[in-house]
Protein backbone atom coordinates (compact mmCIF):
# COMPACT_ATOMS: atom_id res chain seq x y z
CA UNK A 1 0.00 0.00 0.00
CA UNK A 2 0.97 3.72 -0.68
CA UNK A 3 0.83 6.12 1.90
CA UNK A 4 1.89 10.03 1.79
CA UNK A 5 3.68 11.37 4.35
CA UNK A 6 3.85 15.04 5.14
CA UNK A 7 5.51 16.75 8.10
CA UNK A 8 3.27 18.69 10.09
CA UNK A 9 3.40 22.95 10.02
CA UNK A 10 5.06 23.30 13.56
CA UNK A 11 7.20 20.35 13.24
CA UNK A 12 10.96 21.03 13.15
CA UNK A 13 12.24 20.36 9.80
CA UNK A 14 14.79 17.38 11.13
CA UNK A 15 11.79 15.67 11.99
CA UNK A 16 11.28 14.69 8.19
CA UNK A 17 14.20 13.31 7.52
CA UNK A 18 13.71 11.18 10.80
CA UNK A 19 10.54 9.41 9.26
CA UNK A 20 12.28 9.23 5.56
CA UNK A 21 14.86 6.63 7.68
CA UNK A 22 12.30 5.16 10.02
CA UNK A 23 10.42 4.19 6.82
CA UNK A 24 13.05 2.37 5.42
CA UNK A 25 14.34 0.47 8.73
CA UNK A 26 10.50 -0.61 8.95
CA UNK A 27 10.32 -2.25 5.45
CA UNK A 28 9.30 0.85 3.55
CA UNK A 29 10.16 1.94 0.06
CA UNK A 30 10.24 6.00 -0.61
CA UNK A 31 8.37 6.33 -4.18
CA UNK A 32 8.25 10.04 -4.29
CA UNK A 33 9.77 12.87 -2.54
CA UNK A 34 8.08 16.10 -2.76
CA UNK A 35 9.75 19.75 -3.21
CA UNK A 36 6.58 22.09 -2.80
CA UNK A 37 5.81 20.39 0.39
CA UNK A 38 8.09 18.85 3.19
CA UNK A 39 6.72 14.98 2.35
CA UNK A 40 7.52 11.98 0.71
CA UNK A 41 5.39 8.62 -0.26
CA UNK A 42 6.26 5.39 0.93
CA UNK A 43 5.25 2.15 -0.19
CA UNK A 44 4.73 -0.83 3.15
CA UNK A 45 3.93 -3.91 3.49
CA UNK A 46 0.94 -4.79 4.96
CA UNK A 47 -0.02 -3.53 8.97
CA UNK A 48 3.77 -1.62 8.55
CA UNK A 49 2.73 1.70 8.68
CA UNK A 50 1.95 2.16 11.94
CA UNK A 51 5.52 3.21 12.66
CA UNK A 52 5.08 6.63 11.47
CA UNK A 53 1.67 7.27 12.33
CA UNK A 54 2.63 7.33 16.06
CA UNK A 55 5.19 10.15 14.88
CA UNK A 56 3.86 13.50 16.41
CA UNK A 57 5.25 15.16 13.71
CA UNK A 58 3.54 13.60 10.59
CA UNK A 59 0.59 13.26 8.95
CA UNK A 60 0.11 9.88 7.46
CA UNK A 61 -2.80 9.39 4.74
CA UNK A 62 -3.37 6.30 2.53
CA UNK A 63 -2.76 7.37 -0.73
CA UNK A 64 -5.83 6.96 -3.27
CA UNK A 65 -6.57 7.89 -6.36
CA UNK A 66 -8.36 11.16 -8.12
CA UNK A 67 -11.35 10.58 -10.27
CA UNK A 68 -13.20 13.33 -12.12
CA UNK A 69 -16.91 13.27 -13.16
Known amino acids: MLF ?6 DAPPE ?3 KAKQEAK ?4 T ?5 TLIKGFTVE ?4 HVKV ?3 NEHLHV ?3 GGV ?3
Open 25 to 28: KSGG
Open 15 to 17: ELE
Open 61 to 63: EQD
Open 44 to 47: YPDD
Open 4 to 9: NVTLKR
Open 30 to 34: IKHEY
Open 52 to 54: LQT
Open 67 to 69: HTQ
